[in-house]
């Protein structure tokens, strides 16, 4: 070890968004850490820092600048010296961080499946002609239309508590979460029914916790080494990769997976219009070295299917 060990006296500082999941997932990345180099809690401190994106509740993503809103005052934090580091849901990400910063540290995966959430239905299939359903993500919106156009689907933003209570209070019939959300928020009570990928391909980067810290911080990039989870990694090269030639953004439907077979890399792809009326898929196999070549040959692949007036 060459650096100098974090103290209750000098803490490392880990930064997040303040709903229920981001400081479950802090509090995972702080619990690795202190296993790793044998700290006691009171060397790390939490960091609450109000984004954007939880701030403005009523209007859908897009239209008030997308991921970037989930990220932007962290990474700021970050480049200022406030933080140490900076934990993310990697689905929030964009392709892209801000000059002095990097993100290259990845916790083991939870489920990576979506979740069916509804108070009245099993499944998809149960729901009647013109239900409504819930959802703030662009790519359930439009695979659900793809399945059903017959429902109803409506602005569903907050976190996993407020879309629960908009159920409770009869705003939808139905909404989707994610199962690793749940799953880490032992929210073993919520009614729920997991989605098989072969059915609604996830998010790219889907259940997968990233930590991000500025480039030249040696001391957290040694401490972020001994947490990081190389499969994981391996898995979201691919699937980033793949996003980024897409130019993927939440006004673009897209879905994305990559798992690990022995030496071998599955990645599957989906790109769809956003009303649903035309879905374009891929599923390659290769050697997880070309994780990256392979996300980046799916998606040129997808648009010259597609069409230039796809999007």
Sequence with gaps: MTFTKPSPAAPFNIGTRGSPLALAQAHETRARLMKAFDLPIEAFAICVIK????AIQDRPLKEIG???????EIEEALLDGSID???????D???EQPGGLLLNTYLPREDVRDAFVSLKAKGLNDLA????VGTSSLR???????KRPDLNIVEFRGNVQTRLKKLADGVAEATFLAMAGLNRLDMTDVPRTAIAPEEMLPAVAQGAIGIERRGDDSRA???????????????????RAFLAALDGSC??????LAELDGGALRLRGEILRTDGTAVFTDDMNGAIEDGATMGREMAAGLLEQAGPNFF
């Design 51 to 54: 984004v954007t994106g939880d």
């Design 66 to 72: 997308g991921k970037g809103l989930f990220t932007r």
């Design 85 to 91: 580091i900076a934990v993310h849901s990697m689905k």
């Design 93 to 95: 990400m964009p392709v």
């Design 129 to 132: 002609q013109g239900a409504t």
């Design 140 to 146: 359930r919106r439009s695979q659900l239309l793809a």
């Design 221 to 239: 990039a040694e401490m972020l080494e001994a947490i990081h989870d190389g499969p994981t990694g391996q898995r979201l090269a691919a699937e």
């Design 251 to 256: 006004e673009t439907p897209i879905g994305g």
